[in-house]
């Protein structure tokens, strides 16, 4: 079975800071890996996933994230936020591209102007 | 192209009532998938529909139904409201013969039990 661990639950940072929000999965077979975002009151959106190739995947309004095999781990990056980015943040995982879709805890970005 | 639509949008309900929800997935997908979102968490798996019929399935009770129509729309039906069942349903699409796409979300349909 698959899990998946969203370490911070709330992370504050200033608007033009950048920020890293942290993902761990765990799984016993190869995975699919997700960032949504959800913006208040809305569905989900898709940032950036990665399904194969290149580790370092890059994402839309300027988010990547990186596979690491190794740590299980699939952090998001973005280098410089802006207060339009405050948003729930949701890491996800599956087994194959039509898969269940399991999903962590999310974690609340929250910019300070 | 329209995406993923859901409806309605906001839906009240009281204990002990019955509800149906609605999907209808991007055009081209033949799978839809449900998903429970509660206040503060993240989504979870309901079940998914391929086929017109139900191919995985969550880990919830038989409360929760589903049906999906010829035309690959699909119906989330809800028996004997619980307080706890108020929650954002969201509705996922996909087709398991793309090499490269995966599933797309709706909007989802808040569902409040009083």
């Known amino acids: 079975a698959q899990s998946v661990t969203q370490l911070d639950s709330q992370v504050p940072v200033f608007e033009e800071a950048p920020v890293e929000l942290r993902c761990n999965y765990s799984?016993?077979?190869?995975?699919?890996l997700f960032w949504y975002v959800q913006y208040p009151n809305q569905g989900l959106q898709l940032l950036l996933k990665?399904?194969?190739?290149?580790?370092l995947v890059k994402g839309i309004n300027g988010f990547e994230a990186e596979f690491n095999k190794s740590q299980t781990s699939f952090h998001l990056r973005k280098p410089s936020v802006h207060i339009s980015d405050t948003a729930e943040y949701f890491c996800?995982?599956?087994?194959?591209?039509?898969?269940?879709?399991?999903f962590g805890k999310g974690t609340r970005l929250h910019i300070l102007p | 192209d329209a995406g993923v639509t859901q409806s309605p949008t906001h839906l009240i309900k009281t204990r002990g009532q019955q509800v149906t929800l609605r999907c209808s997935p991007k055009?081209?997908?033949?799978?839809v998938s449900w998903y429970q979102q509660a206040l503060g968490q993240g989504p979870q798996f309901i079940f998914q529909?391929?086929?017109?019929?139900?191919?995985q399935r969550g880990n919830f009770p038989d409360r929760f139904s589903g049906h999906q129509f010829p035309n690959y729309s699909s119906e989330l039906n809800v028996n004997a409201l619980l307080l706890g069942d108020s929650a954002l349903y969201l509705c996922?699409?996909?087709?398991?013969?793309?090499?490269?796409?995966?599933?797309?979300f709706g909007p989802g349909t808040r569902l409040t039990v009083l």
């Open positions: 996922a699409s996909s087709s398991p013969t793309s090499s490269t796409d995966t599933q797309y």
């Open positions: 799984s016993s077979v190869s995975v699919y």
């Open positions: 990665y399904l194969s190739g290149s580790t």
């Open positions: 996800a995982v599956s087994r194959d591209r039509d898969d269940k879709i399991i």
């Open positions: 055009s081209g997908h033949d799978t």
């Open positions: 529909y391929y086929e017109e019929e139900e191919r």
